[in-house]
């Protein structure tokens, strides 16, 4: 079987960035929806037409993955408006900002607390990996018919393609 719209691929992968630096690697084979929302559409253009056992090296340049840096999406808060819990490298999803909050800073944004000072926490909104080219290395492990559930989600269960620091205390503040 060859890779199509609307079929479920079996990955594995190596993400590394243009130095060469390791950002993740996939050992056990994950699936994804080819043609739904869970993987950026340079990967699943690049997949078509490839059959179990097959490897793709690909170069991505920030266009093609998670963007450029904007630092528009920077934000410094005040730290009295959060808990005395936080700690860098947390993530917070920009509906559950705390009521005090910048209130140009877009909702529908997962932040990353990348700095707490004693009177400020810095806010920010890109992806961690928002203005890097990558390199992926991928494995084709498996392919099948996507369910008629998985094509109305528009996903396989695994979400869109992520990847996330390896930050410790990484969690969701609600």
């Given amino acids: 079987m ?49 059959r179990v056992g097959d490897t793709l090296a690909l170069h991505l340049e920030p266009e093609d993955a998670f963007g450029d840096y904007q630092d528009q999406l920077l934000f410094l808060e005040p730290r009295s408006l959060f808990p005395d819990s936080l700690e860098e490298g947390m993530t917070i999803e920009g509906h559950a ?13 997962l932040y990353t607390v990348s700095e ?12 961690p990996l928002a ?20 094509v109305g989600r ?3 269960g695994t979400g869109f393609f992520r990847v996330q620091p390896q930050a410790p ?3 969701s503040l609600h």
Avoid: M
């Avoid at 900002?97 to 944004?109: F, I, S």
């Fill in 154 to 156: 528009g996903t396989a």
């Fill in 2 to 50: 060859e890779i199509k719209h609307q079929c479920v691929v079996a990955l594995t992968w190596v993400l590394k960035d243009t130095l060469g630096e390791e950002l993740d690697v996939l050992d056990d084979p994950v699936e994804f929806l080819v043609g739904g929302n869970d993987l950026l559409a340079r990967i699943e253009e690049a997949l078509q037409g490839h």
């Fill in 131 to 150: 203005g890097i080219a990558l390199r992926l290395q991928l494995k084709v492990c498996a392919i099948r018919e996507a369910t008629v559930d998985e």
């Fill in 97 to 109: 900002l705390p009521a005090g909050c910048n209130a140009d800073a877009p909702r529908d944004v």
């Fill in 169 to 171: 205390g990484s969690a």
């Fill in 116 to 127: 707490i000072y004693p009177e400020h926490v810095v806010l920010d909104g890109n992806h």
